[in-house]
């Protein structure tokens, strides 16, 4: 658990798309693809996870200098 | 000899009357004034000399009187006009009466005094003292100084008595803003015969002090009989004009410019007009140091303002482009998640068909197998039918064949159409040669046989007869027969 | 009797393709002829009911694998 | 039973193109051929099943990410 | 006539080859030549004896195969 | 806390402006983003401190000088 | 105090100068912007003060030039 969440945003990208390109060439085995699909939700909601939270912290920040500017 | 005898009054008498007689008319002259002098009862008592480049001290001279009733008249007209002051050393045009008293000797009296020869005079000297300066490469050197931004230490050089220096001091020190000036006077005559020197002194003491003044400033009180003499001459415009601080000036006239004036750094008209321009350029340094600290100010302002103005837009944009970022990522994910549902939708609509593909493909080639298997299976029985018979047929033509040999080989069949064989002792003979005549034969024929004896043989070659063996044979047998 | 069901389909095509290249060569006396066309006759039945087993069965399992699909 | 079940899916479907193949080179004897049509035809259903299987997982996984799109 | 009834068809065809020839060559009498043709027909007559019941029992063998393959 | 005080104005301005180029393409990572985002949020409120602070000490000196030169 | 005192007029008004060039093309960081307004201001006090105000030793160097003469 702890080393999937050690996987960088764009590590997680890079490898949703070599998937991607896998499975768009048709290079994965029937008996692969359920296991790389699971896999690739698994990145994307990591990925998306990551997204949620920078963007609530971002949120806080930009924030917080809007009133330092008015 | 007879010698005449005369009084000295009755010569000087008869020198009177040579001359009255010999000069009766008025003369111009041109002399230089060595000496002047005014009558308390307002005679004017002048030594008038003629000067040679060549020689050292005169070579004439003459004395002459202004009548008081005339000087009067002839000095105002006179200083006025020349701005000189009638003085040692002028040179003049003179319109004298040669007089010879007998008790005071040789006198001109002088009726009249051209100011425009005098004037022309004196305006060659200044032109020959500007050509000297400049031939020595002088004349612009304390022009070319440069005047502190500030001149606050001043020494001026004047006469102390003069009204001119007091304005000026007062003007000075009382100015309205309340800069502070520090004035020290080198005194020295402004006018007459000593004030060239008395002013180079003054210039010498001061240059002790070069470094602690800003300026010197040389003026004169006012009069307006000015005598400027001294200020076109050589040595005290060089001195002016080769001094390391500024000079500034105030003892012009109203219209003439004298040679120190030229060579000052700065000529002004009078010493008041000098206390104001010093005064001015103070107050121009203090205007400037005030424009200075509001450009400063506005320099710094504005800079302040434009980072502020900097700071606001980075915090502007700051906040969308990261916004913006987010959900270029936002965008792309959610892209990757679609790809993936129809790459992997894709993927398995293609492997469905590949599946159904090879299903059929192998329904179809099982099909194939079991068609051309029969095909097969037909053919050769076919085949099996074609040879079998194909094999009996070939047999039996083969048969027949022999059978037809056979039959014509038959030597029955022959005999039968009535060939017949010829034996002698037992053997067939087929050559005629063989046999003699007398020998026996016997003659098979289709039925039965013939005994018989050989009358003659003839014939030995078969080839004699065309034909076979048969033929031959037969011929033969004929020629038996016979 | 035994013997013969055992033969392979392509040992009896094979053995028939030599019966009949030696019948076409004329290698056979007639006297075997007759033996040797009984012979190709009775291969030919033998792959004829071995052919016709095995479609039944293939089209038995072709049946079985369409109605999967369905 | 296990042992057949661990082939993959590209083995089986190379299984197959291989038994195609040495028919259309007519190197299977008719007697074998029952033997293959039944193997390929057990192929086909692991296949099919597989590809059952995994489509099922596949729409889960899928559906599932569309659940945490919305 | 046991012994004669005993020829084979190919030995029967060989003695009427090897007469045939013997006849052609020339190398029979006269005398001789009569008594081999006459065993020359009877070889042959024996011969087609042979034949005609070989033929009979092929054809029977042939009929019954093409009514199979009907 | 010291070191960061340290940093010039046109050194924070820098930063920030490099940061700035950074996300406009989006060469960072979504991990680093927050943390970016806050650096640059704390470099603003260093400049914006600095410049105030600047901005009162010169309007002091200034009024001074206004009255010194009346 | 001293040293601060002996600048020339045209040394304040020259480093004013410089100053208001760096200022002018933006040069100045705005940490030394107050700093560079300080010092400004305080040549401009000191121009200021030489203009005004007598300075002791001036009159004492002058009181000395006059024992000089006598």
């Known amino acids: 658990m702890t080393a999937r969440k050690e996987i960088s945003y764009s590590e997680a990208i890079g490898e949703i798309e070599e998937i991607l390109t896998r499975i768009e060439n048709e290079e994965l085995d029937v008996d692969e693809l359920s296991l790389k699909v699971k896999r690739v939700a698994s990145l994307i909601r990591i990925c998306r996870d990551k997204l949620g939270k920078t963007e609530a912290e971002v949120d806080k920040i930009l924030k917080e200098m809007d009133e330092d500017t008015e | 000899m007879q010698q005449e005898k005369v009084t000295l009054r009755e010569l000087n008498l008869r020198i009177q009357q040579v001359i009255k007689t010999g000069l009766p008319e008025p003369v111009w002259v041109v002399a230089e004034i060595s000496e002047i002098k005014i009558h308390s ?35 105002p007209y006179f200083e006025t006009t020349t701005r000189q002051v009638l003085r040692e050393g002028l040179k003049v045009l003179i319109k004298a009466t040669v007089e ?21 005079d004196l305006a060659l000297r200044k032109a020959e003292t500007l050509r000297r300066l400049e031939q020595e490469g002088v004349i612009n050197m ?32 009382h100015n309205p803003r309340g800069y502070v000036f520090y004035t020290r006077i080198f005194p020295a005559l402004m006018q007459g015969r000593e004030a060239e020197n008395t002013i180079i002194h003054a210039f010498n003491r001061i240059f002790r002090y070069e470094e602690f003044f800003d300026v010197v400033i040389l003026i004169r009180g006012g009069g307006s009989q000015a005598d400027l003499a001294c200020f076109n001459n050589y040595r005290l415009a060089y001195h002016i004009a080769q001094f390391p601080l500024p ?29 104001e321009f010093l005064v001015d350029r103070v107050s121009a340094f203090d205007e400037h140091l005030s424009r200075q600290a509001s450009l400063v100010s506005e320099g710094v302002m504005s ?23 987010l959900n270029r990522r936002k965008h792309s994910l959610a892209r990757s998640v679609q790809t993936l549902q129809s790459a992997a939708r894709k993927l398995l609509t293609g492997k469905h068909h590949a599946l159904k593909d090879i299903r059929s493909r192998s329904a179809h080639q099982f099909r194939l197998l079991f068609r051309t298997e ?39 069949r022959i005999l039968g159409k009535g060939f017949s064989i010829t034996y002698h002792e037992g053997r067939v003979v087929r050559d005629s040669q063989i046999l003699s005549e007398g020998q026996s034969i016997q003659t ?39």
């Open chain 2, 41 to 75: 009862a307002g005679h004017c008592y002048l030594e008038l000399v003629e000067k040679s480049e060549e020689e050292e001290g005169p070579v004439a001279r003459a004395r002459g009187i202004i009548w008081a009733f005339v000087f009067r008249m002839l000095k």
């Open chain 2, 247 to 275: 000079v500034i000036t105030g003892i012009g006239h109203e219209k003439d410019e004298s040679v120190a004036d030229m060579v000052a750094h700065t000529a002004l008209k009078t010493p008041t007009a000098v206390a």
């Open chain 2, 444 to 482: 098979r024929l289709f039925r039965g046989t013939v005994s018989s004896r050989v009358e003659r043989t003839g014939g030995g070659e078969p080839g004699n007869t065309p034909g076979g063996d048969h033929q031959k044979d037969k011929t033969q047998h004929k020629n038996k027969t016979k």
């Open chain 2, 100 to 120: 010879f008293h007998e008790l005071y000797g040789l006198s001109l009296n002088i009726t009249d005094i051209d100011p425009g020869y005098t004037m022309g």
């Open chain 2, 374 to 412: 029969r095909e097969r299976a037909a053919k050769l029985t076919w085949q099996t039918v074609h040879s079998g018979r194909q094999f009996i047929r070939n047999a039996a033509m083969r048969l027949e064949i022999f059978e037809k040999t056979n039959r014509l080989t038959d030597p029955a």
């Open chain 2, 303 to 325: 800079i302040l303002q434009s980072e502020k103005q900097k700071i606001d837009r980075i915090t502007r944009i700051f906040s969308p482009l990261v916004m913006h970022v």
């Open chain 2, 142 to 173: 304390n022009r070319e100084l440069e005047l502190p931004p500030v001149p606050q230490r001043i020494a001026v050089i004047s006469s102390e008595q003069a009204a001119g220096l007091q304005d000026f001091l007062d003007q000075l020190h």
